[in-house]
């Protein structure tokens, strides 16, 4: 539908049979030169009268729409100027409280930051911890291996000589290994 023919259709039922707007129809407000509102299909385009923003309203607008929002749930109560004004520091109110709670999350969510890059960087440190945990244990579980293996040489060492003090052999020769060890101090320059 062209815009010509949405003026045409909203002028229709307000005009008379000479062309102009009849107002003997219209309600108290609408005669005193407040806007008319028809059926949403009047509009153009449609959406208009459903999404009108608060700011470009009519002051009469408000406080029709204060008088709705106080009237919920309390029938038959009129609006007076207190109400208004309790209304309005109510409204400032919640204006101040969204902000700081806008402000708080905006804070939040930078500790929120904060937080999750020192959990990355101790995860890498974890991480690179447990590289060296991983190290010092190969090392560790070689040097038990070769004391184990020395321990193991030092037993067989000592078995050996264990077995070779208590030979026939040994026992003979203890004689002349103290007759040698009596030269070599003769000898000795100190000695």
Known sequence: MR???YLRR????FQSRSGTVDRSAASPDERNGTALFLDQGYYYPPHVRDEAYLD???PLDLLEILQDILDEGRTGQRLTRRQVIEHLDLVRNLKAELEWR???V???SGELARHQANEAALTVELADRETWMTRRTTELEHHQAVQTQLENENATLRAN?????RSTSW??????RRFGMILRAM???DG
């Open 56 to 58: 470009v309203q009519s």
């Open 3 to 5: 815009p010509e023919q």
């Open 106 to 108: 905006e804070r939040l």
């Open 161 to 165: 000589l264990t077995e070779l003090r």
């Open 171 to 176: 026992k003979v020769t203890a004689p002349l």
């Open 187 to 189: 000898r000795a320059p």
């Open 102 to 104: 806008r402000a708080e």
């Open 10 to 13: 909203y002028a229709e039922p």
